[in-house]
C-alpha cells in the first residue's frame, strides 16, 4: 500500500488552475455567443465588475441591504370577473403569505367602455375584474386597509378613471392621498407596441401620463406613477436585449414628456417603475436584470443629471413568462415558473408574480394559486435565495452576459434614437421585434406530454377566464349605479366613469399580465 | 477584453464605506454583523462578495450533446412494474436508471436473483441506457446478477456502485465483519472490472451523513473516506492504482438550499482531486447527485415538486455527471406514474428549456460561491484527515466521530425551521396526492449477505426528515 499517501498528514492545496473548455459557441436569440466555459480572462476589463448595491449605477441592486432586510414583495396578479368574487380571493391569499395586491382588470374595463356598452358585449368580466363604478371599487378593497397594502393596478388606456375611483375608494377609508402605496402601470407606449389597448394617439396619451407623474408627486409621494414594461415584449416573442432596449427607450422617452411639461425630474423620476418579463433562460435573465439597472443609471445621468440619486436607481416587478407554459401536461408549467423565479430573484427583483400552473387555461384556482405563491415563499424561506446580495455577481460567465447584453440594448437604444426617441419611432412604425423564432417553445415537448391526457384531479380546467354569469351581474350593478348617480342629491356621487370616446377597430390582447 | 464598452465612466467608484454607510442606515441600531450567515457547520456567509480572482474547483466538463444523465430511480417491489417504470423513463426522456434492490420488497425491488434483475430489466439495451444499482449489503451478489443481464457485452454501461460502508452507516451493523464486506466487494469489483471496462465499481457516498441530518463539509469528508477505502480495497485486491480511482464514483446529496449544493459539489471536486493526483491518478471526479429525502414534507407534498426544482437546478449548475431526482411524493409512498414524468420532466425542463447545462460551471467567479466552496472544501478536508488520522471510514464509524458530527450540525441548525405549508402557511385544506399502494410480495429467492465472522457495529446514520416532527403536531 505504498503508493497511497498518509492523507493525514497531507496538506490541501487547491488545484492549479485547469484550462477551459473549448468548443463550439452557442448563439443566443439575442445574437450572444454563449461558450462552453467562461473564466477570468472573460471578465478582464470589464468596468462593470464590483460596484455595491445601493448605490449608483446600481448594478448589484437598489438597495443596501437588499433581501436581507426586506425580501422582494411577493405580488399575485389576480382578478376575478367581479369585485366581490376578487375580493374575496385577494383576502385569502393574504392570508396565506401574500404581501401585495396586483389587480387585473377585464377587457371593457381596459377600453374604457362601462360593461352595459354594447361594444364590449362578451368582454365584461374577461381576463379580470369589471369596475364600471366607485361601487365595485368599494367592493374591490372591502376590508383590505389601502394604508397599508399596495396596490399595483395594470391599467393604461382607461388610467385616469381607475386611478380616481382608487384614490375616492381610500378616501372612503379615510386613508389620505400620501398615505397610497403601490403602482399605476401606465404605460401607454407599450400598447401602441405590443398590447393595443390604447384610447387615444400617441400626443394625447403621453399628455395623460405626464399629468399622473405630476398628480402623483404632488399627492402620492408612494406610489409608483408608472411601471414600464417590458414583460409584453417577450411575450409577443422579443429577445431579452430588445426587451431591454425597447423598455428602457420608453421610460426615457417618459421622462422627457415629463420634465417637458415642466416637472423637476427629481419630482417624478425616484417614482418610476419598471415590469420585466422572466423566461426560461435562465443565466441570460439574471444578466438582464442586472444590466437594466446598470442601463437606466447611465442613460438618466447622461439625459438628466439628477441631483436625487433614486432618480437613477430601477426598481423592477417582475412576472414570470406566459409564453414557456404549456396547455397540456400543466404539471410542467411548475418547475419552469420556479426556474424563473430563481433567475428573478437571482437578478434582485423587488417584487415578483410567479404565474399559476393553469395560467395558459383558466384563472387560477385557490390550488394552482397556492403553488405558484409557495414557489416564492419557498425561495423566500427555504433555498437561501435572501441570504447574500447579488449572489450570482462575480460569476464570470454571468458578468460577461451582463456586459455583452447591456452593450447589445445600448445598440438598440441607438437606433431609437436615431429615429428621435420611442415616441417618434412608433409614429414611424419602428419597433417590431425580432423574434425567439424556431429557439423558441419546448424542444422535446412530445415526451414531456403526458400519455394518459387525462386531467390530473386538482386542477378544474375548463374555460374559467371568465365567470359565465359575471356580465349580467356587472350590467344590473352599471345599471344602478347609474340610477344612483342621478339621484337628485344627498349620497355622495359613486363617481360613475363618464362615457368613453369610441375605441377604433382594434382587437385587445387575450393575455394576462400585470403592473 | 478589448471589445467592452465603457459602462459606468459617468460614475465615480462607490467605496466600501460608502455603502456601509448606507447599511448602517437602514439597519439602524442593528449591527452589521446581524447580516452575516453560516452554514450548519459554522462556515461563514457575508452578506456580499467581490468577484473571485480565480475559481477554487475544477470545473467539470460538459458533454455537448447531453449536458448530465438524467436518471430515475426505481424502486417498486415488483419486478415487472419496476421494468415498466424503467422502460416509461426511458421512453420519456431519462437516460439511466437505478435500481434499489431489496428481496423482501419492503425497501426496493424484491430482486433475488440473476432472473429476477433480468426480468425487470427486460427490454433495456445496456449499452445505451446505464444502469446503476443500490443493493446494500447485497452489492455484490447484485453485481454479478446485472453482469449477468450483461452478457458480457464489453460496451455495457452498468454502474455496479458497490457500497457497502454506506449500508453500514445507515444500519449501525453489518452481517459478518464490514473488513470481510469492503473485499468481498472490491474481490467482486475486480474479477468483473475488466470484463465491463465502461463499468463504474464502486459509489462513495457521503449521503449517509446528508440524510442523518449532517453538514456539507461532513458528507464531502466520508464521502472522501470513502472513495480512499474502496481505492484500497480495490488495490489490494488487484487494480492498478489509476484504475482503481477511475472506477470510483462519487455520491452526494442535493437539496433546497440550491446555492449551497452547487458549492458543496464543488468543493467536492476540489477534495478528490486533491486526494487522487496525491495517488497520481486522474484528478477528474464524477459525481452522482441525488435530491435529498430529508427536505420532503408529507403534508401539503406539492411544494416538493419547488424543493426538487431547485435541488435539480443545484446539482446540474454545481457539475453533477447524473442527477437522480426523487418524487414529490416519496415521503408518502411510492410514487405513482404521474410523479415520476414530474421528477424526470423536471430534469428536462432544467436542460432543455432554462439550458443550465450550457455552460461549464456557470457560478464559477462569483465571490458568494467561490467562498463558500472554498471553505466547504477546506473544512471538509479537515474532517477527511480526522478520519484518516483515526484509521479511516470504518474505524472513524465505529468510533462514533462521523455520528458525532452529524449531531453537531444538527443542533445547529433552527429548532422551528421555516418550512412552507408545514410551519408556515400550512394549507387550510390539504389537496389529497396520488401514492402507489404495493403489498410487499417477497423474492422467491431471498438471499443471504452474511459474511463469516462476528457483527460490526456502529452508531447508526439514522434518516430524517426535517418536517416529520411537525407533521405529526398538526
New interface residues.
Given amino acids: ?1 505504498s ?8 496538506p ?4 492549479p ?2 484550462p ?2 473549448a ?2 459557441p ?1 448563439a443566443t436569440p439575442e445574437g450572444i455567443a ?24 446600481f ?2 441592486g437598489p ?3 437588499m433581501y ?2 426586506n425580501p422582494w414583495t411577493i405580488r399575485q396578479y389576480a382578478g376575478f370577473s367581479t369585485a366581490e368574487d376578487s375580493n374575496a380571493f385577494y383576502r385569502r391569499n393574504l392570508a ?2 401574500q404581501m401585495g395586491l396586483s389587480i387585473a382588470f377585464d377587457l371593457a374595463t381596459h377600453r374604457g367602455y362601462d360593461s352595459d356598452h354594447p361594444r364590449v358585449k362578451g368582454d365584461v368580466g374577461m381576463a379580470g375584474v369589471a369596475i364600471d363604478s366607485i361601487l365595485d371599487m368599494r367592493t374591490l378593497f372591502d376590508g383590505i386597509p389601502l394604508d397599508k397594502m399596495s396596490v399595483s393596478m395594470t391599467m393604461n388606456g382607461a388610467v385616469l378613471p381607475i386611478l380616481a375611483l382608487y384614490i375616492v375608494a381610500g378616501e372612503e377609508q379615510g386613508v389620505p392621498h400620501k398615505a397610497l402605496s403601490g403602482t399605476i402601470q401606465n404605460d401607454i407606449l407599450k400598447e401602441f407596441l405590443t398590447r393595443n389597448t390604447y384610447i387615444y394617439p400617441p400626443t394625447p396619451s403621453m399628455r395623460i401620463v405626464s399629468d399622473i407623474f405630476g398628480y402623483t408627486s404632488r399627492e402620492m409621494p408612494r406610489f409608483n406613477s408608472i411601471s414600464i414594461s417590458g414583460y409584453h415584449m417577450q411575450e409577443a416573442g422579443a429577445t431579452l436585449d430588445l426587451e431591454l432596449a425597447y423598455t428602457l427607450a420608453d421610460g426615457i422617452e417618459y421622462v422627457r414628456a415629463g420634465v417637458a411639461a415642466g416637472l423637476p425630474v427629481d419630482s417624478f423620476a425616484p417614482r418610476l417603475s419598471f415590469f420585466w418579463n422572466a423566461g ?4 441570460m435573465e439574471i444578466a438582464k436584470q442586472r444590466a437594466a439597472r ?2 437606466w ?2 442613460l438618466m ?2 439625459e438628466f443629471d439628477p441631483k436625487d440619486a433614486r432618480s437613477l436607481s430601477l426598481r423592477a416587478h417582475t412576472q414570470t413568462s406566459g409564453w ?1 407554459l404549456a396547455a397540456h ?1 400543466v ?2 408549467n ?3 415558473t ?2 424563473e423565479a ?1 433567475a428573478a430573484t437571482g437578478g434582485q427583483t423587488q417584487s415578483l408574480h410567479t404565474n399559476s400552473l393553469d395560467e395558459a387555461l383558466a384563472l387560477p384556482t385557490d ?1 394552482s394559486a ?2 405558484s405563491r ?2 416564492q ?3 423566500q ?5 435572501t ?13 460577461r452576459l451582463t ?1 455583452d447584453l ?2 447589445r440594448a ?1 445598440e438598440h437604444i441607438a437606433e431609437v434614437e436615431a429615429l428621435g426617441g420611442m415616441a417618434k419611432a412608433i409614429e414611424e412604425g419602428l419597433p417590431q421585434a425580432p423574434h425567439r423564432g424556431s429557439q423558441r417553445p ?3 415537448a412530445d ?2 406530454r ?1 400519455p ?1 391526457r387525462r386531467r ?3 386542477l378544474q380546467a375548463r374555460d374559467r377566464r371568465r365567470d359565465p354569469g359575471a356580465e349580467g351581474r356587472q350590467h344590473r350593478r352599471a345599471r344602478a349605479a347609474a340610477r344612483q348617480a342621478e339621484a337628485p342629491e344627498g349620497r355622495a356621487r359613486p363617481g360613475r366613469r363618464g362615457r368613453r370616446p369610441r375605441r377604433p377597430h382594434r382587437r385587445c390582447g387575450r393575455r394576462r399580465e400585470s403592473a | ?2 471589445d ?8 465615480a ?4 464605506a ?2 456601509r454607510a ?2 448602517d ?3 439602524g441600531e442593528t449591527p452589521f454583523e446581524s ?1 452575516t ?1 453560516a452554514t450548519a457547520e459554522g462556515l461563514a ?15 467539470r ?2 458533454p ?1 450533446d447531453r449536458a448530465w444523465d438524467v436518471a430515475t430511480l426505481t424502486a417498486h417491489p415488483d419486478p415487472a412494474r419496476a421494468n415498466a417504470e424503467i422502460l416509461a423513463d426511458l ?3 431519462s437516460a439511466a436508471a437505478v435500481i434499489r434492490i431489496d428481496p423482501t420488497g419492503a425497501a426496493g425491488v424484491a430482486i433475488g436473483s440473476a432472473a429476477d434483475l433480468a426480468r425487470a430489466l427486460d427490454g433495456v439495451i445496456l449499452e445505451f441506457a446505464p444502469v446503476a444499482l443500490d443493493a446494500g449489503f447485497l452489492g455484490p451478489q447484485a453485481a454479478d446478477w446485472l453482469a449477468a443481464a450483461a452478457k458480457a457485452s464489453p460496451t455495457a454501461l452498468v454502474r455496479f456502485h458497490l457500497d457497502p460502508l454506506s449500508a453500514f452507516a445507515e444500519a449501525g451493523a453489518s452481517p459478518g465483519p464490514i473488513e470481510a464486506h469492503l473485499i468481498s466487494a472490491a474481490n467482486t469489483a475486480v474479477r468483473l472490472a475488466e470484463t465491463y471496462p465502461q463499468s463504474q465499481l464502486f459509489l462513495a457516498s457521503g449521503r449517509a451523513v446528508h440524510e442523518a441530518g449532517g453538514g456539507e463539509a461532513g458528507e464531502i469528508a466520508f464521502a472522501a473516506a470513502a472513495a ?1 477505502a474502496y ?2 480495497a480495490l ?2 485486491a488487484g487494480l492498478p ?1 489509476a484504475d482503481a480511482f477511475g472506477r470510483v464514483t462519487l455520491g452526494l446529496s442535493a437539496d ?5 449544493t452547487i458549492a458543496k459539489l464543488r468543493a467536492a471536486r ?2 478528490w ?3 487522487a ?4 491518478a486522474d ?1 477528474t471526479a464524477r459525481i452522482e447527485a441525488r435530491s435529498s429525502r430529508r ?1 420532503l414534507a408529507a403534508r ?1 407534498a ?2 416538493n ?6 435541488a ?2 443545484g446539482a446540474a449548475v454545481g457539475g453533477a455527471d447524473s442527477v437522480i431526482l426523487g418524487n414529490f411524493t416519496d415521503a408518502l409512498g411510492l410514487p405513482s ?2 410523479a415520476r ?2 421528477s424526470r ?2 430534469q ?3 436542460m ?5 447545462g ?13 467562498s463558500l466552496t ?1 471553505q466547504i ?2 473544512a471538509a ?2 474532517k ?3 478520519i ?2 483515526a484509521g479511516g471510514a470504518v474505524p472513524a464509524l465505529q468510533g462514533g466521530r462521523i455520528a458525532e458530527a452529524v449531531d453537531a450540525a444538527k443542533a445547529a441548525r433552527p429548532a422551528e425551521p ?4 408545514v410551519t ?2 400550512p ?1 387550510a385544506q390539504e ?1 389529497p396526492v ?1 401514492v402507489e399502494l404495493a403489498a410487499a410480495r417477497p423474492a422467491q429467492t431471498q438471499p443471504s449477505a452474511r459474511l463469516p465472522g462476528p457483527d460490526s457495529a456502529c452508531p447508526p446514520l439514522k434518516p430524517i426528515r426535517i418536517a416529520e416532527p411537525f407533521e405529526a403536531a398538526k
Fill in positions: 500500500m503508493q497511497f499517501p498518509d492523507f493525514a498528514t497531507l490541501f492545496d487547491a488545484l488552475p485547469q477551459l473548455q468548443g463550439a452557442w454563449v461558450k462552453p466555459a467562461y473564466g477570468p480572462a472573460d471578465t478582464a476589463g470589464l468596468d462593470t465588475l464590483g460596484g455595491y448595491p445601493g448605490l449608483a449605477p448594478l448589484r438597495y443596501p441591504t436581507l432586510t396565506a403569505g426560461m433562460n435562465a443565466f446598470l442601463l443609471a447611465k445621468k447622461a414557456s401536461d404539471f410542467n411548475v418547475p419552469r420556479a426556474i430563481m390550488f397556492r403553488i409557495n414557489t415563499l419557498f425561495l424561506a427555504e433555498s437561501g435565495q441570504r447574500v446580495i447579488d449572489p450570482w455577481g462575480g460569476s464570470y460567465y454571468v458578468e456586459a447591456a452593450a445600448l419546448h424542444p422535446g415526451r414531456r403526458d394518459e390530473r384531479q386538482p | 477584453m478589448a467592452a464598452p465603457a459602462l459606468t465612466a459617468d460614475f467608484a462607490a467605496t466600501e460608502q455603502w448606507l447599511v442606515k437602514t439597519l447580516l450567515g456567509i457575508a452578506p456580499l462578495y467581490a468577484q473571485a480572482p480565480a475559481a477554487q474547483a475544477p470545473a466538463a460538459v455537448a421512453r420519456g426522456g480512499v481505492a484500497k488495490v489490494r492504482m433546497a438550499d440550491y446555492f449551497t476540489a477534495v482531486a486533491r486526494i493526483q496525491a495517488c497520481g484528478p427536505m401539503d406539492w411544494t415538486m419547488i424543493r426538487l426544482t431547485a435539480g437546478f406514474a404521474f414524468r414530474q420532466n423536471t428536462l425542463v432544467l432543455e428549456e432554462a439550458h443550465v450550457r455552460v461549464a460551471d456557470p457560478a464559477a467567479g462569483s465571490g458568494y460561491v467561490e472554498d472544501a477546506r478536508w479537515t477527511f484527515q480526522a484518516e488520522a421555516r418550512i412552507i405549508g408556515a402557511f394549507p389537496t396520488e
